[in-house]
């Protein structure tokens, strides 16, 4: 995952290099001096911030716990990114989200730079106490780092609104006097939070897929139906048609994208297939997503694992294994689950010719090469997974203002800010021969460039 983020900002530097039209007044020697000075602004953090957090445990023990918090880019505004909780969180993971962060942030106009946090520890193992003292700790070890104009973090893979309601309060009990409420965002609704944060991410994903197979084709049809691109050629063969579309993952993201795809007016879909970290459902007449949501609320998140539980909540589906959700004979697959999910191990027997990325970093670097030269149209995770940073911007801006909107008023402007950024890169990216990742790439490193240099920061 690391390489290819360095490899995409290569490219699309080099692509700028080669365009006379950007940056003109960049020539000659000069001009190659200060895109290398981008590449290495760009591919290397500010600062990568580390500490061990030494907490006593419940039965008495001591133990220190690693906590990272990577700071990759604060051009466009204080450092954002969400802190993951999860025994794989490693020192290269935290820094390459971060830089997603910084790109995706670009790439939407969102006044913000990247940064991301994590703890290595399985959530599962801690008693709330312990959470609670660990998410306290963390605030206190980074508390001279963070806050509302520095650095704001967000909830990610094990971490919710509960943590970041425990570390606004640490945060604020340091800080007295100081202004705390934008100091993290993805809190509950009652301190400070966003109505609409949690469906956020969901709703962004699947609307970026609607935008493009609906909106976006059916004001552009006949152009679209010229064009000899091959990324064009897979989109109006899917467009109009009735879509079966796969799930991966059940949670957050996948659960909310899967109703909105149940739900859609704009487009005929049936989810066929979803899938968690047990098992995978099927049903070639479409499965009732509102009831197998209904189910997860009450089984900690868990899809129904075996028949009795399907026949005893009167679910039509059959059970499979987890992984064969990704081979299914659909239209599209969204990946909705964790990173590297598709891999050289199983790219040649994806047959989905439509993939959005609602996770980060879904697909490895060669998979996705491979899957592109063949005219898969793989919607990335930068482009696709915006949402929750988007309205993490919208509960900054409440809390600065003390004023809250509503849940159809943020809807409203996450759909609007999303547009205007789809608006921006589709008629492009139908245009180019390349992937739509590298074109989103291509776009986030102009703003950032563009910023670098009349900043006066590019020699
Ligand atoms: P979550 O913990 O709510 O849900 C994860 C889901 O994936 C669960 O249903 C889990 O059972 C399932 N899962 C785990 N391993 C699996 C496997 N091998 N196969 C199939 N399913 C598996 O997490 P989330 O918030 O929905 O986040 C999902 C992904 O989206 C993560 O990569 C996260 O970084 C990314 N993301 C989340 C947000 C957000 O706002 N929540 C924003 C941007 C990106």
Not at 94 to 113: C, Q, R
Not at 147 to 153: R, S
Not at 373 to 387: F, K, S, Y
Not at 433 to 442: D, M, V
Request: proline content about 4%; hydrophobic content about 35%.
């Amino acid at each position: 995952m690391e390489k290819k983020t360095e490899d995409i900002i290569g490219r699309s530097l080099n692509a700028l290099l080669e365009d006379e039209t950007f940056l003109p007044d960049l020539q000659g020697n000069p001009r190659r001096q200060a895109f290398k000075s981008l590449v290495s602004i760009l591919s290397t953090p500010n600062h990568i911030n580390k500490s061990f957090l030494r907490i006593a445990l419940e039965n008495g023990t001591v133990v220190r716990i690693p906590a990272f918090r990577v700071q990759h880019n604060n051009t466009l505004g204080p450092y954002k990114g969400g802190i993951r909780f999860h025994e794989s969180v490693n020192e290269d993971e935290v820094s390459n989200l971060a830089k997603l962060m910084t790109l995706k942030n670009a790439l939407h106009e969102v006044p913000f730079g990247g940064g991301k946090g994590g703890v290595i520890i399985n959530p599962r193992e801690y008693s709330p106490k312990e959470l609670n003292l660990i998410c306290k700790k963390y605030v206190q070890y980074f508390s001279d780092i963070l806050g509302t104009e520095k650095d704001i973090p967000a909830p990610d893979v094990g971490t919710s609104e509960r943590e970041m309601d425990w570390m606004m309060a640490e945060y604020k009990t340091i800080h007295p006097g100081q202004t705390y409420r934008g100091s993290f965002t993805g809190k509950s609704v009652i301190n400070g939070g966003s109505l609409g944060r949690r469906e956020a991410t969901g709703k962004g994903v699947y609307f970026t897929f609607r935008y493009m197979m609906h909106n976006f084709i059916k004001n552009n049809e006949t152009w679209m139906e010229d064009s000899d691109n091959l990324f064009a050629r897979t989109a109006m063969q899917h467009y109009g048609r009735p879509l079966t579309i796969a799930i991966q993952g059940f949670g957050n993201v996948g659960s909310v994208a899967a109703l909105q795809a149940y739900q859609c007016d704009y487009l005929q879909n049936k989810v066929v297939a979803v899938s968690d970290h047990n098992v995978m459902l099927y049903n070639s007449d479409g499965l009732d997503i509102p009831a197998l949501i209904e189910y997860t609320m009450d089984h900690e998140g868990d899809l129904p694992a075996d028949e009795e539980a399907l026949a005893e909540h009167a679910i039509k589906a059959t059970v499979h294994d987890r992984d064969d959700l990704l081979e299914q004979e659909v239209d599209a697959l969204f990946l909705a689950a964790l990173e590297d999910q598709i891999h050289p191990g199983n790219m040649k027997n994806i047959k989905a010719r439509l993939i959005v990325e609602g996770a980060n970093a879904p697909v490895t670097e060669d998979a996705d090469e491979y899957l592109s030269e063949d005219g898969v149209l793989i919607v990335p995770d930068i482009l696709a997974n915006a949402g929750g940073v988007i309205v993490s911007y919208f509960e900054w801006m409440q809390g600065r203002e003390t004023q809250f909107y509503t849940e159809d008023q943020i809807f409203e402007l996450l759909y609007d800010k999303m547009q205007h950024t789809l608006d921006t890169i589709f008629p492009q990216f139908f245009k180019d021969p390349f992937p739509l990742r590298q074109n989103c790439y291509i776009h986030a490193v102009t703003k950032l460039s563009t910023i670098l240099y009349r900043q006066g920061k590019l020699f």
